[in-house]
C-alpha cells in the first residue's frame, strides 16, 4: 500500500528565513504526490504535485517542493518565510483512486 | 474553497440523530469525496465516488452513508450507528479519481 509520512509535528522559522516541511513517500510504481495548507477551520488548499519531469516543482504562494526518488522523499520549501505562511501543511500520495494524507506539519512563522 | 460549498459551518447533534451534511460543487467534476478530520490523525477517507449513481466506501465508511443522484451533490449522512462522529468533515471534488482534489471550507460536528 502506498503510504506518506511526515517525520515533524512541528516546524519553527523566523520570517524571511527559509523553510522546509518534510515529507517521504513509500509507493510501488512511479508515485504521484501533492501538497497541500490549511488555515484554522479551512478547508485544504492545494499548493502543488508530482507527476513526472523536473524533479523541482513550483507551486502556489512562492512554495516549491523538490522530488528526491533515491531518498524516496518530497519536501517542501519556500526560500524566505511569511508569518502569513503560518498554518497545518499536508502531503498525500495518490494511492488508486483517492489521496492518502500524512499527519500534517505545524509550521509557526514567527516575525 | 471556491467552487464547494459545504452548509452547515458548524452542526451540532444530539445522540442518538442521524445528521446530514451538504456538499455541492459547481466546478463540473466527476468525482467526489468525504473525509474526516480529528487532531493529529490527518484526513481520513470516508466516501467516494467517481459518477452519478456510484460511489465506494472508504477508509472508515462505518456509521455513515451517502448518496449521489446529481453530479453537483453528494450528501453525506451521519448515523446513529457512528460512536464518535464529533469531528471536522471536509468534501472535495475532482475532475477525475487520480487528479487533484479541491476542498470545500468544511462542516463542524458536535455531538452533545
Known amino acids: 500500500a502506498q503510504s506518506v509520512a511526515q517525520p515533524e509535528d512541528q516546524v519553527n522559522v523566523a520570517e524571511g528565513n527559509p523553510l522546509t516541511v518534510k515529507c517521504t513517500y513509500s509507493?510501488?510504481?512511479?508515485?504521484?504526490l501533492f501538497w497541500y495548507v490549511q488555515y484554522p477551520n479551512r478547508g485544504l488548499q492545494f499548493l502543488l504535485k508530482?507527476?513526472?519531469?523536473?524533479?523541482l516543482v513550483k507551486g502556489s504562494y512562492g512554495f516549491e517542493a523538490e522530488f528526491n526518488k533515491s531518498q524516496t522523499s518530497f519536501h517542501l520549501k519556500k526560500p524566505s518565510a511569511l508569518v502569513s505562511d503560518s498554518a497545518l501543511y499536508f502531503c498525500a500520495v495518490r494511492d488508486g483512486g483517492k489521496l492518502i494524507f500524512g499527519q500534517g506539519t505545524e509550521l509557526s512563522v514567527k516575525p | 474553497d471556491g467552487g464547494i460549498t459545504q452548509s452547515p459551518k458548524y452542526l451540532f447533534r444530539k445522540e442518538g440523530q442521524n445528521v446530514t451534511l451538504s456538499c455541492e460543487q459547481n466546478?463540473?467534476?466527476?468525482?467526489m469525496y468525504w473525509y474526516r478530520q480529528d487532531p493529529g490523525q490527518g484526513l481520513r477517507l470516508i466516501y467516494y465516488?467517481?459518477?452519478?449513481?456510484?460511489?465506494q466506501k472508504g477508509d472508515i465508511a462505518e456509521g455513515y452513508s451517502v448518496s449521489r443522484e446529481k453530479k453537483e451533490s453528494f450528501p453525506l449522512t451521519v448515523t446513529s450507528a457512528q460512536k464518535n462522529p464529533t469531528a471536522f468533515y471536509l468534501c472535495a471534488s475532482s475532475i477525475g479519481l487520480p487528479d487533484t482534489q479541491y476542498f470545500g471550507p468544511g462542516t463542524r460536528l458536535t455531538v452533545l
Open positions: 509507493v510501488s510504481g512511479n508515485p504521484y
Open positions: 508530482y507527476i513526472t519531469g523536473d524533479n
Open positions: 466546478l463540473n467534476h466527476d468525482a
Open positions: 465516488s467517481q459518477i452519478v449513481n456510484d460511489f
